[in-house]
């Protein structure tokens, strides 16, 4: 037999390396570790990443810092999918950190993360992918990206994952993507809302409360809602809502709920289930503050459409409301406050509330310390007296009124204009108007009237406009110094707030005093320059610039150069002559002033005594200003004597040190209390004047007799007849610079003018027609020429037993004084010109 022979072993390979096991206690070298060829020694590093990212927030940015972000971004494109699998379990875990998100962003991760969304993908690739985007998707800019690279639809699909955490992080991520409208809509045009419906029968709240979240986002879409009727939604909702275990995530399933009622259909359907009379269940049920909270929100949803209102108080929720306003709680009360509002657009709720003493209840609020309490408050009281006396009348009864007048001062634009507006509705009644004013409501205005807000200076004017509307209330405006800011909104751009200044100044103007204050701070100048703009002019204030003209007919004769027969002299009435454009023009008191010169003289009118004048201009101090009457009053007594009793030594110090203190007043002081004010000089030439017309002309009882005897009066008054051809012979300049000079002052009274000429017979003409009841007007024309218009029925009747129509004709004064001549007659047209 042959001898085997030993075969030798073959030596190992060179270029083959023997295994080496490595450990390592350093981050840094496991990052170094991520650039390695070798998947195992990647999948280790990233598996050893994972661990240490998951330690804390430190951690993190340790590896951040240690360049471990970059790679790792890489990594997740690998094609080993252990490698791929563990790199995305460590760069979703660093992903929570603010400065690795940045960095993410910076190098383009986000198409890379959803490419691995696919189904084929490992669960736990979905899992950390889908935590890698919940967390960057909270930047605005990683949001669009998102969108931009499709990656809501892969998310919606993964809604249906049997892991829950892969639920958690899509439905995280979806919450976050649709705070932007294109979003929303894209959720349910790829059929996201069953999934999310789904997701309420979770086990896990976390899932549940972020799939409501979302739901409550996305059903402030129209469209959305209706695919969530269509989809049995408030199946699934009032389901969820039924069960007591859901009872922390009730909130958020009722703020769904709060905007899917907002569709009539909507209502219908979940009125037709039983639903409603489960939301009220919420509302009466004491339970947690939030639930209620969001189950009154989720009634004043439904209360914003007519019949929506009439289906709720068929159910009687004006009771639960009113028995809501007792309970505590700043965001139950807002929110019932505003339920309040919403129900009170229907009138029987209005009236229910009364009934049930609830605006008694909600009059209480306006002192509550929360400030968006007290703005809703006043804003279910404005709904609540919008065009109802009879509660106007309750938050009087209530004493409600003064806390609206105090919330004219509150910090809340809201609370100020809600306030406002209640005070508007009150002040229609005449009762509760001398109420509000008793409380200072102009002076409380001034603030109001001063806003930047819009909405607050539009409630503010209107208030005032319907304070405004009798003297007593004028009388505060002008004391309180309200006139002054309700002329500049006259400057404001809104149109709104322009509109409603123009009314207020057009109710303010109703009287004398207030109208010539008005036009002393440029109400006039700048209505005429609103009327003059096409776009800025509108129908108030054109009533606005009216009415101001009517209650100061000085200024309206010389700026129109007309007055009509409505338009009714007094005494201090005055011609300043015509105004040119631009040209401002000056009071009475300005003008005497002024020293003697040669411009045309101002025509006064004035028949009251001194006496009279006195007696007037102290009761109207006393009215307009009683704090500074007794002021004046007590000043005047200074000189007075007084003889203390016996005994009563303090009171004679108290006596003495009130003098002291009198006798230390500035002089100043003392000086302008008991300063007279300019007063016009009576004019009893004038007064006679009225007297013998007064018995003259009103015992003739035909009107054309009336108009000729009284113009036979004028002329003889004012120089007699004056032929045309001899009008230069007629000196009436010369006079009249006689009686300047006379007087002492360009102001002239009209009785003591003996030589007139058109302008001064006929305004003598028009004050003396106005003191008897003659019916005239004034008109003046160019140069110089003035007349009178009067109606006068002549001729016969078109139909038997009717008046003749009534035709203008001027009336002679001059040349053949007592003559009417028919109006537009080549007679009447010579007598305008020559």
Same mark, same amino acid.
């Given at each position: 037999?042959?001898?085997?022979?030993?075969?030798?072993?073959?030596?190992?390979?060179?270029?083959?390396?023997?295994?080496?096991?490595?450990?390592?206690?350093?981050?840094?070298?496991?990052?170094?570790?991520?650039?390695?060829?070798?998947?195992?020694?990647?999948?280790?590093?990233?598996?050893?990443?994972?661990?240490?990212?998951?330690?804390?927030?430190?951690?993190?940015?340790?590896?951040?810092?240690?360049?471990?972000?970059?790679?790792?971004?890489?990594?997740? &494109?690998?094609?080993?999918?252990?490698?791929?699998?563990?790199?995305?379990?460590?760069?979703?875990?660093?992903?929570?950190?603010?400065?690795?998100?940045?960095?993410?962003?910076?190098?383009?991760?986000?198409?890379?993360?959803?490419?691995?969304?696919?189904?084929?993908?490992?669960?736990?690739?979905?899992?950390?992918?889908?935590?890698?985007?919940?967390?960057? *998707?909270?930047?605005?800019?990683?949001?669009?990206?998102?969108?931009?690279?499709?990656?809501?639809?892969?998310?919606?699909?993964?809604?249906?994952?049997?892991?829950?955490?892969?639920?958690?992080?899509?439905?995280?991520?979806?919450?976050?993507? %649709?705070?932007?409208?294109?979003?929303?809509?894209?959720?349910?045009?790829?059929?996201?809302?069953?999934?999310?419906?789904?997701?309420?029968?979770?086990?896990?709240?976390?899932?549940?409360?972020?799939?409501?979240?979302?739901?409550?986002?996305?059903?402030?879409?129209?469209?959305?809602?209706?695919?969530?009727?269509?989809?049995?939604?408030?199946?699934?909702?009032?389901?969820?809502?039924?069960?007591?275990?859901?009872?922390?995530?009730?909130?958020?399933?009722?703020?769904?709920?709060?905007?899917?009622?907002?569709?009539?259909?909507?209502?219908?359907?979940?009125?037709?289930?039983?639903?409603?009379?489960?939301?009220?269940?919420?509302?009466?049920?004491?339970?947690?503050?939030?639930?209620?909270?969001?189950?009154?929100?989720?009634?004043?949803?439904?209360?914003?459409?007519?019949?929506?209102?009439?289906?709720?108080?068929?159910?009687?929720?004006?009771?639960?409301?009113?028995?809501?306003?007792?309970?505590?709680?700043?965001?139950?009360?807002?929110?019932?406050?505003?339920?309040?509002?919403?129900?009170?657009?229907?009138?029987?709720?209005?009236?229910?509330?009364?009934?049930?003493?609830?605006?008694?209840?909600?009059?209480?609020?306006?002192? &509550?310390?929360?400030?968006?309490?007290?703005?809703?408050?006043?804003?279910?009281?404005?709904?609540?007296?919008?065009?109802?006396?009879?509660?106007?009348?309750? +938050?009087?009864?209530?004493?409600?009124?003064?806390?609206?007048?105090?919330?004219?001062?509150? +910090?809340?634009?809201?609370?100020?204009?809600?306030?406002?507006?209640?005070?508007?509705?009150?002040?229609?009644?005449?009762?509760?108007?001398?109420?509000?004013?008793?409380?200072?409501?102009?002076?409380?205005?001034?603030?109001?009237?001063?806003?930047?807000?819009?909405?607050?200076?539009?409630?503010?004017?209107?208030?005032?406009?319907?304070?405004?509307?009798?003297?007593?209330?004028?009388?505060?405006?002008?004391?309180?110094?309200?006139?002054?800011?309700? %002329?500049?909104?006259?400057?404001?751009?809104?149109?709104?707030?322009?509109?409603?200044?123009?009314?207020?100044?057009?109710?303010?103007?109703?009287?004398?005093?207030?109208?010539?204050?008005?036009?002393?701070?440029?109400?006039?100048?700048?209505?005429?320059?609103?009327?003059?703009?096409?776009?800025?002019?509108?129908?108030?204030?054109?009533?606005?610039?009216?009415?101001?003209?009517?209650?100061?007919?000085?200024?309206?004769?010389?700026?129109?150069?007309?007055?009509?027969?409505?338009?009714?002299?007094?005494?201090?009435?005055?011609?300043?002559?015509?105004?040119?454009?631009?040209?401002?023009?000056?009071?009475?008191?300005?003008?005497?002033?002024?020293?003697?010169?040669?411009?045309?003289?101002?025509?006064?009118?004035?028949?009251?005594?001194?006496?009279?004048?006195?007696?007037?201009?102290?009761?109207?101090?006393?009215?307009?200003?009683?704090?500074?009457?007794?002021?004046?009053?007590?000043?005047?007594?200074?000189?007075?004597?007084?003889?203390?009793?016996?005994?009563?030594?303090?009171?004679?110090?108290?006596?003495?040190?009130?003098?002291?203190?009198?006798?230390?007043?500035?002089?100043?002081?003392?000086?302008?209390?008991?300063?007279?004010?300019?007063?016009?000089?009576?004019?009893?030439?004038?007064?006679?004047?009225?007297?013998?017309?007064?018995?003259?002309?009103?015992?003739?009882?035909?009107?054309?007799?009336?108009?000729?005897?009284?113009?036979?009066? +004028?002329?003889?008054?004012?120089?007699?007849? %004056?032929?045309?051809?001899?009008?230069?012979?007629?000196?009436?300049?010369?006079?009249?610079?006689?009686?300047?000079?006379?007087?002492?002052?360009?102001?002239?009274?009209?009785?003591?003018?003996?030589?007139?000429?058109?302008?001064?017979?006929?305004?003598?003409?028009?004050?003396?027609?106005?003191?008897?009841?003659?019916?005239?007007?004034?008109?003046?024309?160019?140069?110089?020429?003035?007349?009178?218009?009067?109606?006068? *029925?002549?001729?016969?009747?078109?139909?038997?037993?009717?008046?003749?129509?009534?035709?203008?004709?001027?009336?002679?004064?001059?040349?053949?004084?007592?003559?009417?001549?028919?109006?537009?007659?080549?007679?009447?047209?010579?007598?305008?010109?020559?």
């Amino acid at each position: 037999m042959g001898k085997k022979v030993k075969k030798e072993s073959e030596p190992p390979s060179k270029d083959v390396f023997d295994p080496l096991p490595i450990e390592s206690k350093k981050a840094a070298t496991v990052v170094l570790m991520l650039n390695s060829p070798e998947e195992e020694v990647l999948v280790k590093a990233c598996e050893a990443i994972h661990k240490f990212a998951e330690k804390g927030d430190e951690n993190r940015s340790s590896l951040l810092g240690l360049g471990a972000v970059e790679p790792l971004s890489h990594l997740i &494109s690998h094609e080993d999918k252990l490698v791929r699998r563990n790199a995305f379990m460590a760069l979703g875990v660093m992903a929570a950190n603010n400065d690795v998100k940045r960095l993410l962003k910076k190098l383009d991760a986000i198409p890379s993360i959803i490419r691995k969304l696919s189904p084929e993908e490992d669960v736990v690739v979905h899992e950390f992918a889908t935590l890698c985007l919940a967390s960057l *998707s909270v930047d605005f800019s990683c949001k669009v990206q998102i969108s931009d690279q499709e990656g809501l639809e892969p998310l919606i699909q993964l809604l249906s994952s049997p892991d829950p955490d892969v639920k958690k992080n899509s439905v995280e991520t979806i919450c976050n993507l %649709v705070q932007d409208l294109p979003s929303r809509v894209a959720v349910r045009e790829l059929n996201g809302v069953p999934p999310l419906l789904e997701l309420l029968r979770s086990e896990f709240p976390v899932i549940q409360q972020l799939s409501l979240r979302t739901l409550v986002v996305v059903t402030t879409d129209t469209d959305t809602r209706a695919t969530f009727r269509e989809e049995q939604g408030f199946d699934r909702l009032l389901e969820f809502l039924c069960n007591k275990e859901f009872s922390d995530l009730h909130v958020e399933a009722l703020q769904v709920l709060s905007n899917c009622l907002e569709d009539r259909d909507s209502l219908q359907l979940i009125h037709e289930t039983g639903g409603l009379q489960r939301l009220l269940q919420f509302i009466t049920t004491p339970t947690l503050l939030d639930i209620q909270t969001n189950a009154v929100k989720a009634i004043s949803r439904v209360a914003q459409s007519s019949e929506n209102r009439k289906l709720l108080h068929e159910q009687d929720i004006e009771r639960s409301l009113v028995e809501l306003l007792s309970l505590e709680g700043d965001s139950l009360r807002t929110a019932t406050c505003q339920a309040v509002a919403a129900m009170s657009l229907h009138l029987a709720s209005k009236d229910a509330f009364r009934d049930l003493d609830g605006i008694r209840a909600v009059v209480q609020l306006l002192g &509550s310390e929360g400030g968006e309490v007290r703005e809703a408050a006043a804003q279910a009281l404005s709904s609540l007296t919008s065009s109802n006396q009879l509660n106007s009348y309750a +938050v009087y009864e209530a004493e409600g009124d003064e806390g609206l007048v105090q919330q004219l001062h509150d +910090v809340i634009p809201g609370a100020v204009a809600h306030a406002a507006a209640v005070l508007t509705n009150m002040a229609e009644q005449e009762v509760l108007r001398c109420s509000i004013l008793s409380h200072g409501a102009m002076a409380a205005l001034l603030e109001p009237l001063q806003s930047a807000d819009t909405h607050t200076l539009v409630r503010a004017t209107q208030a005032l406009a319907a304070l405004a509307c009798d003297a007593e209330g004028r009388a505060d405006l002008r004391n309180a110094g309200g006139l002054v800011p309700l %002329v500049q909104l006259l400057r404001s751009n809104h149109k709104e707030v322009r509109r409603n200044a123009c009314w207020a100044i057009s109710v303010c103007a109703n009287d004398e005093p207030t109208a010539v204050e008005m036009c002393k701070l440029g109400a006039l100048d700048l209505l005429q320059e609103i009327n003059s703009s096409a776009n800025r002019r509108n129908t108030f204030s054109e009533i606005a610039l009216q009415r101001l003209l009517d209650s100061n007919l000085s200024l309206k004769y010389s700026l129109t150069n007309t007055l009509a027969p409505t338009d009714i002299t007094v005494d201090g009435f005055y011609d300043p002559g015509q105004a040119r454009s631009g040209q401002r023009v000056l009071t009475l008191e300005d003008l005497s002033k002024q020293p003697v010169n040669q411009r045309r003289p101002v025509i006064a009118i004035n028949a009251k005594p001194l006496d009279t004048v006195s007696v007037d201009q102290s009761e109207e101090r006393q009215q307009d200003s009683p704090t500074e009457t007794r002021t004046a009053s007590v000043l005047s007594s200074k000189g007075s004597t007084r003889t203390p009793s016996k005994g009563k030594s303090k009171g004679r110090k108290e006596d003495e040190k009130l003098r002291d203190e009198d006798e230390s007043k500035p002089q100043q002081e003392v000086a302008t209390v008991t300063e007279k004010p300019w007063m016009l000089p009576y004019d009893a030439a004038f007064h006679a004047l009225v007297t013998e017309a007064t018995k003259t002309i009103l015992p003739l009882h035909v009107e054309s007799e009336q108009y000729s005897a009284l113009a036979r009066l +004028v002329s003889e008054v004012m120089g007699g007849a %004056v032929e045309v051809d001899r009008q230069h012979d007629f000196l009436w300049e010369l006079h009249l610079s006689e009686l300047r000079y006379e007087l002492q002052s360009n102001i002239i009274p009209i009785g003591q003018i003996r030589k007139g000429t058109y302008y001064h017979r006929a305004l003598l003409y028009k004050v003396l027609a106005d003191r008897i009841g003659v019916s005239c007007s004034l008109v003046r024309g160019e140069y110089n020429r003035v007349w009178n218009e009067v109606l006068l *029925s002549v001729g016969t009747p078109h139909y038997p037993g009717c008046q003749p129509q009534p035709r203008a004709h001027l009336v002679d004064l001059i040349h053949q004084p007592g003559r009417l001549l028919r109006a537009n007659t080549p007679q009447a047209k010579q007598y305008q010109t020559i």
